[in-house]
């Protein structure tokens, strides 16, 4: 069996990186898919998902510092757990962990002409997951 999600979307925080107990390097974040549709009455609607994302090993170092608030990135990888919660009002919320197999730096906010812009890191033998 294989699963696989691709995102798009803005990171909603500067990815953290930290350290297991046995010094595998993880960098997590926050990323905002958005959609925008016209309801049945013409009035625009708009929806917003939030998924957290983990991205490991040497890529998690070498990405860290680009992995900003309001970057646009394209994410491919596996859903590793759905999470059940309640938000302040008393909303149930879902949020989904995903582990990145790859990450595709696209630009963001007051980006343009950012090195970074278009990059790819894949699981390759120089960047490995």
Known sequence: MYQQITLIGN????A???FTPSGVPVASFNLATSRQWNDANGQKKDKTT?????VWNKTAEALTEYLTKG???MVV???EEARV???RDGNPRASLEVKAQSIRL??????????TDNV???DSPEIPF
Do not use: I
């Open 16 to 18: 953290e990186l930290r």
């Open 50 to 54: 939030w998924f957290r994302v983990s």
């Open 77 to 79: 990888g596996e859903v």
């Open 71 to 73: 970057k646009q990135v």
């Open 120 to 122: 790819s890191v894949q």
């Open 106 to 115: 696209l630009g963001g906010r007051g980006q343009h002409g950012d090195p």
């Open 85 to 87: 919660y309640t938000d």
């Open 11 to 14: 990171l909603g925080n500067d």
